[in-house]
């Protein structure tokens, strides 16, 4: 792979990037690829007491943290705003309240320091995430973009040319992850939960549905989730947490792993990357690596460091979408929903 084209295609100066889609708070200083700080401040404490993400008090957290954490990631860094050529920030999807408190302050900051500023959709950045490797994936490539919200197989063509070869019908796979959880009393946010007590579990105790058959790149995770709902109200006392979170794991897990391998066969493409919250998932990651190993297939998953929300993946995206020379205008809006840019659904 030729690294110094790719290189070339990334801002070159500094950027300061800036998530604050959900429940994360985060801003990261970046040279071209290479991340030289990435400040997260997490909210899970604070959303944990009320079982999930509250929208108003999340948009407040984050106009709390948002200077601090930019600070940090400047002090990280060791530089200053002044050492700052551009901007990054998420502004669509996500909570309008959080996107706003990010999308604000690198508006002002951009104006203040006389520097351009670009709006970053957060799953192009998931898709990204990879591209912070030394070696990062060729093109084209598979990506299986599994977020709390998201659940998709992309077809990746090029910096910002994405294709949807697969989605989920329902449930993301994170969602289901964060509903097992809550329906086996391990708590929030799910995926850590389950996966935790997965590992004292027997993953072939419990027998759970798989979702859609046949050829398809779909998947379908409300089946499990109402036959994890059935489990627990059968097998009450007599359940295993850990053989059920076990199951649950291996049923997620094996499906995800199954349809990405057949997508990347179907299309050809010899790497496969793995981005977003779930794919900080230990046997996700495993099974993936495994199944490339046996094909001969790279297997780029994004660094878990940067699996879950974070401001250096917005950074990357950010990167070569001002290299292209796009900018955001003064009253760039953001969005609940968003297409991922360059997406076009087919197969
Ligand atoms: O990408 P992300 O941080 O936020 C969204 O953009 O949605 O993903 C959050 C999701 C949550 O559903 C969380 O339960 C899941 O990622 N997650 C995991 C793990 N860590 C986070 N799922 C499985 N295993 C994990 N280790
Ligand atoms: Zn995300």
């Known amino acids: 792979m030729d690294l110094a084209a790719l290189d070339a295609r990334f801002f070159p100066g500094l950027i300061l990037a800036i998530e604050t889609s959900c429940d994360e708070t985060s801003a990261a200083v970046l040279a071209r690829r290479t991340v030289c700080s990435n400040v997260i401040a997490s909210q899970i404490a604070m959303h944990r007491q009320w079982g999930g993400i509250v929208p108003e008090a999340a948009a407040r957290a984050h106009v709390e943290s948002i200077l601090p954490v930019i600070e940090e990631a400047l002090a990280e860094a060791s530089v200053t705003l002044g050492d700052i050529q551009a901007i990054a920030a998420t502004t669509r999807p996500g909570l309008v309240g959080s996107l706003s408190v990010g999308a604000t302050a690198a508006r002002t900051l951009a104006m203040a320091l006389e520097v351009p500023w670009v709006g970053v959709h957060h799953l192009e950045g998931h898709v990204l995430s990879p591209f912070a490797l030394g070696e990062p994936p060729e093109f084209p490539h598979v990506c299986l973009l599994v977020s709390g919200g998201h659940t998709e197989i992309l077809l990746v063509e090029d910096l910002g040319e994405t294709r949807i070869l697969g989605k989920t019908r329902d449930d993301a796979a994170g969602e289901a992850m964060d509903k097992a959880s809550r329906l086996l009393g391990l708590g929030y946010p799910g995926g850590p939960a389950i996966q935790a007590a997965a590992e004292s579990g027997d993953p072939g105790r419990y027998s759970l549905p798989k979702g859609l ?49 057949r ?35 790279r297997f780029c998953p994004a660094p878990l460091s940067l699996c879950t929300d974070n401001a250096a993946m917005i950074g990357l995206a950010g990167s070569f979408r001002l290299q292209r020379g796009e900018r955001a205008g003064i009253s760039e809006e953001v969005l609940a929903t968003a297409p991922i840019p360059g997406t076009e659904i087919g197969s």
């Open 213 to 261: 058959s046949g050829d398809t790149l779909d998947f379908s995770f409300s089946g499990l989730k109402t036959a994890m709902l059935r489990l627990t109200e059968s097998e009450r006392n007599r359940l295993s947490v850990a053989d059920a979170a076990a199951s649950f794991q291996e049923t997620v897990a094996g499906v995800l792993a199954e349809r990405t391998m």
């Open 263 to 297: 997508a990347a066969v179907q299309h050809r493409c010899h790497t496969v990357t793995l981005a977003g919250g779930v794919a900080a998932n230990t046997l996700l990651r495993h099974r993936l690596m495994s199944e490339c190993e046996r094909e001969g297939f």
